[in-house]
């Protein structure tokens, strides 16, 4: 049991690595090849999607974080539970939450790390809205249009 967890841990960090190294050229490449880094990234999350889940026990040990840490976050949502006996976690999940957990540490944050990766989920879902992506590029081009209230959504057009 013991060489397969080793096994499967190895093979999952070794997909982590080459999903870094997909990741960092797409970086590297965003301002001259934008649609090939977005390929890229792509083909990065691919490769996660194609990967099964990993056990709370890996998890655990790639995030540097306590079992029964890891078993808390997944209760609460943080890491998303796609398998029981054993539990495991979703990998695109895993490796977005691998990286806000390194940004913290880098940033000398070690301390109720669940708060930090929470609000940081948090803020990237409301992200990827098309509604707000859109609003914010408005924004950026000063499009500015005061909102309505909801009598005026309500009346329609004004003639």
Known sequence: MTQTLEREEEQVRNLLDRVERVEA???QIEDQQPAVASD???????????AGPVRLKI????????????RTWADEGILDVVSE??????????????????????A???RDLVSAVWYRLQDEALLDRGDLTTSLRQLRKGQVEPALTKDEEQAGPAH
């Open 25 to 27: 050229a797409a970086e």
């Open 108 to 110: 000398g944050r070690n």
């Open 59 to 70: 998890a655990a040990s790639l995030l540097d974080l306590s079992d029964r840490t890891v």
């Open 40 to 50: 890229l990234r792509s083909v990065a999350e691919d490769a996660l999607c194609d």
């Open 85 to 106: 006996h054993p539990q495991r976690v979703d990998p695109v999940r895993l490796h977005r939450v691998w990286h806000l957990v390194r940004e913290l540490r880098a």
